[in-house]
């Protein structure tokens, strides 16, 4: 489309300098040459009659003029540029790598099948899987991670996944041998297994917080599934998920009015604007896993 703007192409170049905030990084954005972009600009200044840019330090910036003109067009060239997106995430082969980190438990859970499937349905797709316990920030656009900590992930986007809330477990035969638990000072004091070297524990009767107990745990294994699987011998007791692992086991469920709290899940992954279609998908893919599981019995998270 020509008119006394010329191509609209210029008016996006012009759009795209403003944006970036440079010439030099518009140049890299668009792939053009900075000597033809400096020139498709001056004729398109020419054209209007008017200054859009001018020279500041060593950049080029926009004069008022140039500010006002950009407000102008912004709205339209962002709708341009979401729409074509769009079409391109549509009509894209769903192909490409990509890189997933989250806790083993997840894993196992549930993670595990949907890649599986996921593969299977997309041939054209590669998944390279980090298991692991460390909180991993997304560095692309096809890296994605679960984690319950949103710290230092501000500009990141995060997607609910599920809600988990944990209760206190032990086993029958450590009630046999050291009496029922029927007090927090009892809870307290007993032999604590958990996934972590914690020695306070937040307690919870619904969503009100009760009590903060000081524990020394008694056995620290790093696996939620050791963790349960040791309460079941009768060394201690544990927080669990409300989950199908604790009927699977043989446990006891102790202090049945309160709990440890829910935690909330999240897959945190880099803004849409750009985002692969492969990842879209997986995404979806796993938040309606997680929503089917969830029907069932709510999810065990990997943390206790």
Not at 145 to 165: I, N
Not at 255 to 268: C, D, F, I, K, P
């Amino acid at each position: 489309m020509n008119s006394i703007y010329g191509n609209i192409d210029d008016l996006y170049l012009f759009f795209c300098v403003v944006e970036e905030g440079s010439l030099q990084k518009a140049s890299i954005k668009l792939h053009q040459p900075v000597s033809t972009m400096s020139r498709r600009l001056s004729l398109l200044e020419q054209r209007l009659g008017f200054r859009l840019l001018e020279k500041r330090g060593r950049e080029l910036v926009a004069t008022e003029s140039g500010h006002i003109a950009f407000s102008s067009v912004k709205s339209v060239m962002e709708h341009l540029e979401y729409a074509f997106d769009d079409i391109q995430t549509q009509t894209q082969l769903v192909s490409g790598t990509l890189r997933l980190a989250l806790p083993n438990n997840f894993y196992r859970t549930f993670v595990a099948e949907v890649v599986e499937q996921f593969i299977e349905t997309y041939p054209l797709v590669n998944i390279e899987l980090m298991l692991s316990r460390d909180l991993l920030t997304p560095a692309s656009d096809r890296d994605l991670t679960m984690t319950f900590d949103l710290t230092g992930m501000e500009d990141m986007v995060a997607r609910p996944l599920f809600s988990s809330l944990h209760q206190f477990y032990t086993s029958q035969s450590y009630l046999d041998r050291y009496g029922p638990i029927e007090t927090l000072q009892e809870l307290a004091s007993a032999d604590w297994v958990l996934t972590d070297s914690t020695d306070v524990i937040t307690v919870y009767r619904g969503e009100q917080v009760v009590d903060v107990m000081q524990i020394k745990p008694k056995l620290v294994i790093n696996d939620i599934n050791a963790v349960a699987r040791a309460v079941e011998k009768g060394i201690g007791v544990t927080s669990l998920p409300v989950h199908k692992l604790a009927k699977q086991l043989d446990l006891v469920p102790i202090m049945a009015n309160h709990n440890r709290g829910a935690r909330q899940a999240y897959l945190v992954y880099r803004a849409r604007k750009y985002q692969p279609k492969a990842l879209a998908l997986f995404i979806e893919a796993l938040i309606t896993a997680a929503k089917t599981i969830a029907e069932e019995a709510p999810l065990i998270d990997g943390a206790s």
